[in-house]
């Protein structure tokens, strides 16, 4: 079974710039989650969906950042424009359902802002 | 708001236990787990233990939770140098939302 895909790896961006994120969860997976792990901490929640409705963006900041999931499939996260604090690995996780105990991760792609 | 907390690094000698300690502020979480990161790679599910058992073992990983004193702890026996890794405890709440502590720093020495 392929486990969640994301991409770029990695990106180097200046601030100010705009950057997207892109993620493919594991097949049949209804619930799809972005988080954002800055260096030295966890992983925090930003944005929850369950097949193509956001169920959770309470920590998302939604000046500068959006994501969504069209088809309920794959899922893009934009950050527009980028801050420096906007440094950090952004890990996609998806599961069966909400209720499902365990959400899948995938490898993460590393974003620096200068 | 919900709060996981973890002491940040732990260090061990080869052939050692190592327990990695973990406390949550949520005493209605469902789930509670523990994943490792090793570096540059996303986080893996090691093990959990649902909010109505007190212990749980999987070969060399031993699981304790005292819900009294939202105390969460990962026994590793025989610790390896392949289980120098970050390890994150963290508590799924009743409305499915995952909170992450922020992760202990593995060391085994040779």
């Known amino acids: 079974e392929a486990g969640v895909a994301q991409s770029p790896r990695y990106k180097i961006i200046e601030k100010r710039q705009s950057v997207a994120f892109w993620c493919n969860p594991i097949s049949g997976h209804a619930t799809l989650y972005w988080y954002q792990q800055i260096l030295g901490q966890g992983p925090k929640l930003l944005i929850q969906?369950?097949?193509?409705?956001?169920?959770?963006d309470s920590q998302l900041p939604k000046d500068r950042f959006s994501a969504e999931r069209l088809k309920g499939v794959d899922s893009t996260l934009k950050i527009q424009p980028a801050k420096l604090e906007d440094s950090a690995v952004y890990l996609c996780?998806?599961?069966?359902?909400?209720?499902?105990?365990?959400?899948?991760f995938g490898p993460g792609t590393r974003l620096t802002v200068t | 708001g919900e709060d996981v907390e973890q002491s940040l690094f732990l260090s061990v000698r080869e052939g050692d236990s190592s327990v990695i300690n973990c406390t949550y502020t949520?005493?209605?979480?469902?789930?509670l787990y523990w994943y490792k990161q090793e570096p540059g790679a996303g986080l893996q599910l090691l093990t959990y233990?649902?909010?109505?058992?007190d212990m749980k073992q999987d070969q060399r990983l031993t699981v304790l939770l005292n819900k009294k004193d939202k105390h969460l702890s990962l026994r590793i026996a025989d610790t390896q140098t392949g289980d120098s890794a970050i390890y994150f405890c963290?508590?799924?709440?009743?409305?499915?939302?995952?909170?992450f502590g922020p992760g202990t720093s593995l060391s085994v020495i040779p």
């Open positions: 233990i649902f909010s109505n058992m």
């Open positions: 969906f369950q097949n193509n409705g956001v169920v959770d």
């Open positions: 996780a998806s599961s069966l359902g909400r209720s499902s105990y365990e959400q899948y």
């Open positions: 963290a508590g799924k709440t009743s409305y499915d939302k995952v909170i």
């Open positions: 949520d005493s209605s979480s469902t789930y």
